[in-house]
């Protein structure tokens, strides 16, 4: 997000020392969005919409809004969802103010993302990790675009390996980031993405077990990739036990190894 007073377009945050850097004294950019309206909850399990749209920030960064002959996304179902993520491949995402507004008067939460990948990802992850310090700093800059913007949370996606001797701080900057977004909105949602495990290696599970179940206990939920089999669902259900409506399940529409295949069969 840029912090330029002019600025009328929604951003990412690329590189992890512009994050340290953030502070009160540079967000001088502030957009009032709507709050989020309460809406019944039902025992239903919860359904979240992971928008993944070509990388994010194409006509829906701008702000006050723009002359554009091009179709644009739009979601027009709210009332089936219950959180609304906002995804591009860039380190921080923070959701465009439409969408936070949108989002809010449909009674829907939304978060950004975390996201580091590739060896690029992995010499972030070892700079953030490298200390408790640079952990917190992290943390606070963090929480601090959560409120300054107004949304709910963060989605984390660890897509690289991480050095064993990483995985403690790791798990900790999880269980510092839920207790900080958790501070300043009770509400405020942190999950993690079935990704790296607690031996650091980039192997995704498709369930919840032994080698990503200590994310899950240190935050909110966990999104499971998409290649899951049956069995593997009814077994995640089981080792979630009362959390099981924080276990997310994905589904690739584009259908890439998902049960159903993707596109019009999503629905199976």
Not at 36 to 62: A, E, F, N, W
Not at 79 to 103: G, K
Not at 257 to 265: E, L, P, R, V
């Amino acid at each position: 997000m840029s912090t330029k007073e002019t600025a009328t377009v929604s951003s990412p945050i690329k590189k992890l020392n512009n994050l340290f850097d953030i502070s009160l004294s540079c967000l001088t950019n502030r957009f009032i969005c709507s709050q989020l309206v309460p809406r019944h909850t039902s025992p239903r399990q919860k359904i979240l919409l992971c928008h993944d749209m070509k990388g994010g920030y194409l006509k829906d960064k701008h702000i006050q809004g723009c002359q554009s002959y091009e179709p644009c996304y739009r979601f027009f179902r709210w009332h089936l969802i219950d959180i609304f993520v906002y995804f591009s491949h860039e380190l921080v995402t923070i959701p465009p103010l439409v969408w936070i507004d949108c989002a809010h008067k449909n009674g829907v939460q939304i978060l950004g993302t975390f996201i580091t990948e590739f060896d690029a990802g992995k010499e972030i992850c070892r700079q953030l990790l490298a200390s408790d310090d640079n952990v917190d700093r992290a943390v606070d800059a963090l929480a601090l675009l959560m409120a300054w913007y107004n949304f709910d949370g963060y989605l984390l996606n660890i897509e690289n390996p991480i050095e064993p001797e990483y995985v403690k701080r790791l798990l900790s900057f999880v269980a510092k980031l839920k207790l900080a977004c958790e501070k300043i909105d009770p509400n405020s949602l942190v999950i993690w993405y079935d990704s790296v495990t607690i031996h650091g290696e980039l192997k995704w599970q498709n369930q919840l077990n032994e080698l990503n179940e200590p994310f899950f206990n240190v935050c909110d939920g966990i999104f499971l990739n998409y290649t899951w089999k049956i069995e593997k669902l009814l077994q995640s259900k089981i080792n979630a036990g009362e959390r099981c409506r924080d276990v997310f399940v994905g589904i690739d529409v584009f259908g890439r190894g998902c049960f159903g295949g993707g596109g019009f069969n999503t629905c199976e």
